[in-house]
């Protein structure tokens, strides 16, 4: 056997005594730990129902709790049950001296515990959470890590559904505060007090996206209560939404302008088409209350008039006024067909006595002497023409009225009312815009 395979040999013989004796430094380091854990936690050791000692073991002195937490998701914002689902990872930070071990020289860095009932727990609970359950696949997500120094951190992802109260007179223009109120259950702030960790207390996961709303920004506070047991801790998180409005415009406000749009066809259409006019004006009103009432349905019943109800309101006043117009046009028309029977039948009158008066001096025009009137009758046509004549040139010149002027291209009154209304109505639902945009924009920017 050559000089090569006993090097070979050797070294192979080598790495199997390394291994071995690193897996044996492997189990007495693990069995090092569970006699740390055996030692701080052992049976008549700890008793995880007692509350740790304040700064440097002061009795006298709250447990100081520093909070954190990760915003991992935003699920939902309901409008109607006003609430928002959210997934976090929460944690929580303490001192418990009793947990004080030996890192062995630096190598033991810190013990993990999966059982959160081996240590004290601050009892946080948090007070507007509707409901909430922990994550347990494929293990629960939980652990606790104690560290040398007996400093304990507890952590853990769940998911909640927080009640956010919302003001919705600005819908869908308006921006919502939902907060996620944590406080203690039991402990006064004498034996427990919550406190943001400094540094970063609130993070967001960075490609968080919501379906109709934007996260500006969040704020983290305090919200201590006081009742008749004694002053309790409380930390808050504020988190703005501001409410996507692309979605309303398309969604909203553009069909809602075109429906009106469409019922102004009404006014170019002749005063006979009676069927056509009717029909379209029922169908955009018709169509304009099921919008409305879908837009209603996905909302709470609130006291108070929301941006949204103003909107739809007017545009369904303005469909519904297109409709009147025309009932007021086709009695105009038939009012204007009266008139105008009853002129011809006027007209027939005074041709039929003309001819009858002309008849009447052809038969006495062989009389010897006539007598003729100095003075006429005043139902005289001829004297009434005089007359008229010259009040004519006895009135004053006017000036011309363009109103008038344009007006009296249209001869009949319901074919002026059609008219009046093609430029009436956008001009009314115009100004109607410019208000209703300027009103609540600039009250969106006061409220910021």
């Known amino acids: 056997m050559g000089t090569g395979h006993y090097f070979w040999a050797i070294f192979y013989f080598a790495s199997l005594c390394s291994a071995?004796?690193?897996?044996?430094?492997?189990?007495?380091?693990?069995?090092?730990?569970?006699?740390?854990?055996?030692?701080?936690?052992?049976?008549?050791?700890?008793?995880?129902?007692?509350?740790?000692?304040?700064?440097?073991?002061?009795?006298?002195?709250?447990?100081?709790?520093?909070?954190?937490?990760?915003?991992?998701?935003?699920?939902?914002?309901?409008?109607?049950?006003?609430?928002?689902s959210v997934q976090l990872t929460f944690r929580e930070q303490w001192t418990d001296e009793r947990l004080k071990f030996d890192d062995i020289q630096g190598r033991l860095k810190y013990?993990?515990?999966?059982?959160?009932?081996?240590?004290?727990?601050?009892?946080?609970?948090?007070?507007?959470?509707?409901?909430?359950?922990?994550?347990?696949?494929?293990?629960?997500?939980?652990?606790?890590?104690?560290?040398?120094?007996?400093?304990?951190?507890?952590?853990?992802?769940?998911?909640?559904?927080?009640?956010?109260?919302?003001?919705?007179?600005?819908?869908?223009?308006?921006?919502?505060?939902?907060?996620?109120?944590?406080?203690?259950?039991?402990?006064?702030?004498?034996?427990?007090?919550?406190?943001?960790?400094?540094?970063?207390?609130?993070?967001?996961?960075?490609?968080?996206?919501?379906?109709?709303f934007t996260l500006e920004k969040f704020l983290t506070d305090y919200c201590n209560s006081k009742t008749n047991t004694g002053e309790y801790s409380c930390l808050k998180v504020d988190l703005l939404f501001k409410r996507e409005f692309s979605y309303y415009l398309i969604q909203i406000y553009i069909p809602c302008c075109m429906l009106v749009i469409v019922s102004w066809v009404s006014f170019w259409l002749d005063q006979g088409a009676v069927p056509a006019r009717v029909s379209l004006g029922v169908t955009t009103l018709l169509t304009m209350a099921t919008q409305t009432s879908g837009i209603n349905a996905s909302l709470p019943p609130v006291s108070y008039t929301k941006a949204?109800?103003?909107?739809?309101?007017?545009?369904?006043?303005?469909?519904?006024?297109?409709?009147?117009?025309?009932?007021?046009?086709?009695?105009?028309?038939?009012?204007?067909?009266?008139?105008?029977n009853m002129k011809k039948k006027r007209r027939d009158l005074e041709q039929a006595s003309i001819d009858a008066a002309s008849d009447l001096l052809d038969t006495d025009s062989n009389a010897t002497f006539a007598m003729k009137p100095l003075v006429r009758h005043p139902g005289d046509p001829m004297a009434l023409e005089k007359l008229r004549q010259c009040e004519v040139h006895m009135q004053p010149p006017k000036r011309p009225n363009c109103c008038k002027t344009w007006l009296s291209k249209f001869p009949t009154r319901s074919k002026r009312i059609d008219v009046i209304s093609r430029i009436t109505f956008p001009l009314v639902f115009a100004l109607f815009n410019l208000v209703y945009w300027s009103t609540y924009l600039f009250r969106e920017e006061e409220d910021e």
């Open 111 to 212: 013990l993990t515990l999966t059982e959160a009932n081996r240590v004290w727990m601050p009892d946080l609970f948090f007070s507007n959470e509707k409901e909430g359950h922990f994550h347990n696949i494929i293990m629960p997500n939980v652990y606790i890590r104690i560290f040398p120094n007996g400093s304990v951190l507890y952590s853990i992802r769940i998911s909640l559904t927080l009640a956010c109260p919302m003001n919705l007179k600005l819908y869908p223009l308006d921006r919502q505060i939902c907060s996620l109120r944590m406080a203690s259950y039991g402990w006064t702030t004498n034996d427990l007090v919550f406190l943001w960790k400094e540094g970063d207390p609130v993070q967001v996961v960075k490609n968080l996206h919501l379906p109709r």
């Open 20 to 84: 071995s004796l690193a897996n044996n430094a492997k189990i007495n380091f693990r069995e090092k730990e569970k006699k740390v854990l055996d030692q701080i936690l052992g049976a008549g050791k700890y008793d995880a129902r007692i509350r740790p000692s304040g700064i440097n073991g002061t009795e006298n002195l709250p447990t100081y709790v520093y909070v954190n937490m990760f915003l991992r998701s935003i699920s939902k914002i309901d409008d109607y049950k006003m609430e928002y």
């Open 308 to 340: 949204i109800d103003v909107w739809t309101g007017v545009c369904l006043t303005f469909v519904f006024g297109a409709l009147l117009e025309f009932a007021l046009v086709n009695y105009a028309s038939r009012s204007d067909m009266h008139k105008e």
